[in-house]
Each structure stands twice: as structure tokens, then as C-alpha cells.
């Protein structure tokens, strides 16, 4: 069993920086892959960031490469998404979500077996 809570989100202008932190709680945490999603209002969940259990491997969307840098930190069981350059169209609520059967890392919203409440992430123009 994973609990997952977000923080950091908030109301930002754009071209700014916003850094998101996903406490976990469990003992899968680090044995398990970490991803990044977000859904804006009227529209489906889309991937945004995947890491490996280790750190090692990380996955972008096209629309945050260059941008946004997952990271973790498995002694404190924290996620975090560092968000640069942020972009009107990055207005979403950001949620974080656990794959505790996949250790590698994975874009596919279906291999998260759990998620956080989500967090308001608002770009204002």
C-alpha cells in the first residue's frame, strides 16, 4: 500500500518556475517506478514524467521536455517535478502516481495502481 500527497502547486506567471513534492508513505516506495500526470479542466489525464525506482531512467512528454525535471529521493520518499518556463497550456491539476510493479519506469497511465489527490498547477498569461 502506497499514500501519495502532493504539494507546491499554486498560481504562477508564465515563464515562471513552480517545484511539486509527492510524499509517499509505504513500504513500496522505493521499489517502485514514480510518474507525473495532469488533467486539465474538460480534457483526459495526460502522462507528464516517469522515473525508475532508482532514478535512473526518467520519460517527458514532448510537451515538458526540456522543462520539467523529475527527480526522487528514496531516503525521504519524495517525488519531486521541478517545472521551468511554464506555459499558459501547463494549467492543469498535476497529480502524482505510484507503479509499485514496475520498477523501470512507464508512460501508461493503466501501470499506476496508485494516486495522490492532485495538486492546482495555474498559468496566467
Known amino acids: 500500500q502506497v499514500r501519495l500527497v502532493e504539494s507546491g502547486g499554486g498560481l504562477v506567471q508564465a515563464g515562471g518556475s513552480l517545484r511539486l513534492s509527492c510524499a509517499a508513505s509505504g513500504r513500496t516506495f522505493s521499489n517502485s517506478a514514480m510518474g507525473w500526470f495532469r488533467q486539465a479542466l474538460g480534457k483526459e489525464r495526460e502522462f507528464v514524467a516517469a522515473?525508475?525506482?532508482?532514478?535512473?531512467?526518467?520519460y517527458y512528454a514532448n510537451s515538458v521536455k526540456g522543462r520539467f525535471t523529475i527527480s526522487r529521493d528514496n531516503a525521504e520518499s519524495t517525488v519531486y517535478l521541478q517545472m521551468n518556463s511554464l506555459k499558459p497550456e501547463d494549467t492543469a491539476v498535476y497529480y502524482c502516481a505510484a507503479a509499485s510493479k514496475i520498477a523501470g519506469g512507464t508512460m501508461a497511465r493503466s501501470s499506476y495502481d496508485y494516486w495522490g489527490q492532485g495538486t492546482q498547477v495555474t498559468v496566467s498569461s
Open positions: 522515473i525508475s525506482w532508482n532514478g535512473g531512467i526518467t
